[in-house]
């Protein structure tokens, strides 16, 4: 399994079976994950968005939230302070910088779908 982390954009398409759901399937396939502790709350906001926008398939969102939050996922304690100086560098957010800050601490690739994300990436 190759380590990964992947960004809300690219789990959220899987959960949710989104647009580019496939593709995330692609990128994950024997993936070992390692995610920053913010992902279960940013998947939790998109669930909570979609449920509103798509109320007649909340139970089905809800589902697919917690799928994704027993996903095998090795969790990764970020240094906030760390984080803010990327954001500020790179011009991110925190959000997208503890991402970002996980795959350079550990040394591995970051799957994402934003492109001002996978810009600094390279």
Not at 21 to 50: F, G, I, M
Not at 83 to 96: G, I, K, M, N, P
Not at 98 to 113: A, E, H, K, M
């Amino acid at each position: 399994m190759a380590a990964r982390v992947a960004d809300t954009s690219v789990l959220a398409a899987l959960l949710f079976r989104e647009p580019r759901a496939d593709q995330a399937e692609l990128l994950l396939a024997d993936a070992r994950l390692y995610e920053p502790p913010l992902l279960a709350y940013e998947l939790a906001r998109v669930c909570r968005k979609k449920s509103l926008r798509y109320p007649s398939i909340e139970r089905e969102l809800l589902n697919a939230l917690k799928l994704g939050l027993t996903l095998d996922i090795q969790w990764v304690e970020v240094d906030q302070v760390a984080v803010v100086e990327l954001a500020v560098s790179r011009d991110l957010t925190t959000y997208d910088a503890s991402f970002l800050w996980v795959s350079r601490t550990l040394g591995i690739p970051l799957l994402t779908f934003d492109e001002q994300l996978r810009a600094v990436t390279d």
